[in-house]
């Protein structure tokens, strides 16, 4: 029986021939993550277990991004603990204001997650890094500090669903698009502990930012992990960015799947998701009520990467948001900040009416730069739409790509980007 792409790299990390679905392992990490809110509780554990300092300096990295800059004096605390931690073990990656970004756009930009990693974060997101080829994982702050000590976590190696991808994106049509798709499709239990492993000719015609978007979502699913396989775009990608040397796996072909899908990414259409759960979808053609909304936001680790910005800008040059409405923007990085600046893309959102803030996961999580009122409607570009997500509980959100939130924007309502003028 052959094993999956997933159950490839985490035998390798585990020193076994071989791993099959249920099996409980232990495993060398490549690279441990946290961030301002988790960091601060896995360095408490820490000090409960009285270790000596870190496994390894270097692959640790601890980004402050969700309440930074500080929003209050408990976010100050937060990130002054990190902070001290960071010196006091000389932390290499640890990314301060003015360097830092939303950490699942800015590890792999800065090349320090790699096809064939074995990566945890104690932040849901952190399955963005399977656009590489990486098993990469979110878990809990006491696991992020056994692996900050140990260098090493367990894992029950996950069954696969694979998601076998033909044909190519219409206009408009982007990873979002895809991932809401699949979601609205299996539910948001669909791929429960399961590898959510993309493949078929048709992941040759999603660009990098797409694999990052649908693999950042694969939690949204249930998902352990989303992988990509490594083809040329992945190796350009890492011959860029990678700081080390990678490793590509390939899955047996006879590896087992739970389940198996072919999606026709031409038959796709923008989709939106309606609260309050990111399976609750529709495509902008079933919109048929006018749905006035309140704010658009335009970032996060999903969707806050170059292309998104370039998308958006496409959609508001020329146009301005609607009378009322506030449409916030967050490129993810700094240096992609730097680069909108440089193609003029800032000036296009300014001059559209629109604000651009410094990278913060804030409005994400309903934590600041952009929190919900009652009875407010928001279009984002963000991964959850529960209850009280971002603010208010009687608040909505609706989760759509980037030319989806600006055509809002633009609209005052839900719209897509054929549907204004």
């Not at 609607?322 to 001059?351: D, N, S, W």
């Not at 009687?394 to 989760?399: A, H, R, T, V």
Request: charged content about 20%; glycine content about 10%; some cysteine.
């Amino acid at each position: 029986m052959g094993m999956t792409m997933t159950q490839k790299i985490l035998a390798a990390h585990a020193g076994l021939p071989y791993v099959e679905a249920g099996q409980l392992i232990e495993a060398r990490l490549d690279l441990v993550l946290g961030n301002d809110i988790t960091s601060p509780v896995a360095i408490k554990e820490m000090e409960k277990m009285k270790v000596d300092g870190v496994f390894d300096k270097d692959r640790i990295a601890l980004v402050p991004d969700h309440f930074v800059p500080n929003k209050d004096i408990k976010s100050a605390e937060h990130c002054k603990c990190v902070r001290e931690f960071a010196r006091r073990n000389e932390i290499t990656n640890y990314f301060e204001v003015g360097e830092m970004g939303i950490e699942h756009a800015l590890l792999p930009e800065k090349g320090l997650t790699v096809a064939g990693d074995v990566v945890i974060g104690a932040d849901s997101h952190t399955c963005t890094y399977g656009a590489l080829g990486a098993f990469s994982t979110g878990v809990g702050s006491t696991d992020m500090a056994a692996g900050m000590a140990t260098g090493k976590a367990w894992f029950k190696v996950p069954s696969a669903i694979r998601f076998h991808l033909i044909g190519k994106p219409s206009a408009w049509v982007s990873g979002k698009d895809v991932i809401l798709h699949i979601i609205g499709m299996i539910g948001v239990d669909g791929a429960l502990y399961k590898s959510m492993e993309f493949t078929g000719e048709g992941v040759a015609n999603l660009s990098m930012d797409d694999r990052f978007t649908i693999a950042n979502m694969a939690i949204e699913a249930g998902g352990k992990n989303g992988i990509f396989p490594v083809d040329e775009l992945t190796k350009a990608y890492l011959a860029e960015h990678a700081a080390r040397p990678y490793t590509v796996y390939e899955a047996d072909e006879d590896a087992v799947y739970d389940a198996e899908y072919t999606i026709d990414l031409g038959a796709l259409r923008p989709t939106v998701a309606f609260p309050h759960l990111p399976e609750n979808t529709r495509t902008i053609d079933e919109i048929t009520e006018e749905i006035a909304i309140d704010q658009v936001v335009i970032g996060s680790c999903t969707n806050g990467r170059l292309e998104d910005m370039r998308v958006a800008a496409q959609i508001l040059k020329g146009r301005h948001v609607a009378p009322g409405i506030r449409c916030i923007v967050i490129p993810a990085t700094q240096k992609i900040y730097l680069q909108a600046m440089e193609e003029g893309l800032l000036k296009t959102f300014i001059e559209a009416g629109a604000i651009v803030s410094t990278p913060t996961c804030g409005p994400c999580l309903g934590g600041y730069m952009g929190v919900l009122a009652e009875g407010e409607r928001c279009v984002s570009t963000t991964n959850r739409n529960f209850v009280g997500r971002m603010g208010h509980v009687k608040s909505e959100i609706y989760l759509a790509s980037p030319a989806v939130a600006a055509a809002s924007a633009v609209a005052g309502r839900i719209a897509g980007p054929e549907q204004i003028a």
